[in-house]
């Protein structure tokens, strides 16, 4: 039986996060009735010209630079015509021959990279929207600027596919170029895939699939496609060239239209727009606008706060949250208490109740002041986590939420010496047990007294009582 190399390359449409259209100042939007965002120049009516939208040139260039890839002073911009209803010009702006970026890569982990081809601007066409009355046409989406970024065939696997979108996404966002939200289509990919000998040096026939609304649905898709490829191949049968779109209800693809004959838009140079000329100040002056990108910020991390690699890898998922955890470290809170808090206090918060960051009433300034209540004994770690859940719901300081909840952590051993007494009585056996030398049953005498403080009793203070009450010594 032969075995086969898997090739796949990936089409990733990217929006970028401007205010108005690539050629048009309508506003850039995703939601809104039909319609709505929509200007003249949209609906390509005689005697608009293209007015290039210079924030949208600044974040291409940006996309590029993060991507590591080589801006050309001079590009195209090329019509692609073809006529559908989402199209009113009868033809797209895009970058044909002479793209503002070739090259640059993205990481697919291990230390792989994936390179890139090319990364060209153009304008997204509109929504169509079929019923049972007919097709629906929305131009709220037309004209709003994307970027195109394409990728060598050098992916050998579905889950390294996975990888380089988990990768693009997360530079992207750092960079500041877009949200990357596959949901609402503001990053959207196609795959290509064929399949190949292993030893061979001619690619297979290509497959492009399409309708992949998620990453897991990439890779998914992808997987399918292996599948069948190999047992159409195994069958003595051959690969069709054609674009096969995917069902993720029955997780399988179906033909869509054939590619044996590629469609001939009949790019050629726009004549209402002049050449894009990226002086190297303009691109000197991106490059320095540039934030930090992943890979820095991990490295940063890993030397400066000496964080686990775990806990790398989940602050900088999110630029975000990376900046919320470095002010808590700003405000005087060690770097791994500042992560616990941070991973597990405020990330679950976020997933419970489906909020943003900046949506949670806690500040970082605000736990910091909560820990240094943990750092300076008045408050237990149980108890701090009582005061964040009120902090969640109240606009006050934690100090507040402490005499409000009554968690002010008990130091008194008069206080506590009655509890430690009531815990021996109540614990007979576990006493016995201690005075045996075994020690694992103190704990349950400890936590006796913890649930009778809710928590407020200072830990220190009743193991003290405790092991003089019993008349035993530490472990």
């Not at 992808?222 to 159409?232: C, G, H, I, P």
């Not at 910020?297 to 919320?324: E, K, S």
């Not at 005498?445 to 009793?457: E, F, I, N, Q, S």
Request: net charge negative; hydrophobic share 40%; aromatic share 6%.
């Amino acid at each position: 039986m032969i075995d086969y190399t898997t090739v796949i390359g990936l089409e990733v449409h990217v929006q970028l996060a401007t205010a108005s259209k690539l050629f048009s100042p309508a506003p850039v939007a995703s939601l809104g009735e039909p319609n709505t965002r929509v200007q003249l120049i949209d609906l390509g009516l005689p005697g608009v010209l293209p007015r290039p939208n210079a924030a949208a040139m600044v974040l291409a260039v940006r996309a590029a630079l993060a991507l590591d890839g080589a801006v050309q002073e001079v590009s195209r911009f090329a019509r692609k015509n073809y006529f559908y209803p989402d199209l009113p010009k009868g033809y797209q702006i895009s970058q044909f021959e002479e793209p503002f970026c070739r090259g640059g890569t993205v990481p697919i982990g291990a230390g792989r990279t994936c390179r890139l081809h090319r990364i060209h601007l153009e304008e997204d066409a509109g929504k169509l929207t079929h019923t049972d009355l007919g097709t629906l046409v929305d131009l709220n989406r037309a004209g709003v600027p994307l970027v195109e970024i394409v990728s060598e065939p050098d992916l050998r696997d579905p889950a390294d596919a996975h990888t380089f979108l988990v990768q693009l996404r997360e530079i992207l966002r750092f960079a500041g170029v877009s949200d990357c939200d596959m949901e609402l289509g503001s990053m959207r990919c196609d795959a290509n895939i064929s399949l190949m000998p292993k030893g061979a040096q001619q690619y297979g026939t290509k497959v492009e699939i399409k309708n992949l609304n998620s990453m897991k649905m990439v890779q998914r898709a992808l997987e399918y496609e292996v599948r069948r490829q190999t047992a159409v191949l195994a069958a003595g049968g051959t690969i069709a060239a054609e674009t096969r779109g995917w069902n993720d209800t029955k997780g399988e693809t179906r033909p869509l239209r054939s590619k044996e004959n590629a469609p001939d838009y009949r790019y050629f140079q726009d004549p209402d727009l002049p050449p894009l000329v990226l002086t190297d100040e303009f691109v000197a002056r991106v490059r320095a606008e540039l934030p930090e990108l992943p890979e820095a910020r991990r490295a940063r991390y890993r030397q400066t706060f000496g964080l686990p690699d775990y806990d790398i890898g989940v602050l900088t998922q999110d630029r975000a949250l990376g900046d919320w955890f470095e002010a808590v470290t700003a405000a005087g809170i060690e770097a791994k208490t500042a992560a616990n808090w941070v991973m597990t206090g405020v990330l679950q918060t976020m997933r419970e109740r489906a909020l943003p960051l900046e949506a949670l009433r806690i500040t970082p300034q605000r736990l910091a002041s909560l820990l240094r209540l943990v750092d300076a004994g008045t408050l237990t770690h149980g108890a701090a986590q009582q005061v964040f859940a009120w902090m969640l719901e109240h606009d006050g300081e934690p100090s507040q939420g402490v005499r409000e909840l009554g968690l002010e952590r008990l130091t008194d051993p008069l206080v506590l010496q009655p509890l430690v007494l009531q815990a021996i009585e109540a614990l007979p056996k576990a006493v016995a047990d201690v005075r045996a030398g075994i020690e694992k049953p103190f704990d349950a005498l400890k936590g006796h007294v913890m649930r009778a403080t809710r928590g407020r009793a200072d830990p220190a203070i009743v193991d003290a009582l405790l092991r003089a009450a019993i008349g035993t010594v530490g472990p």
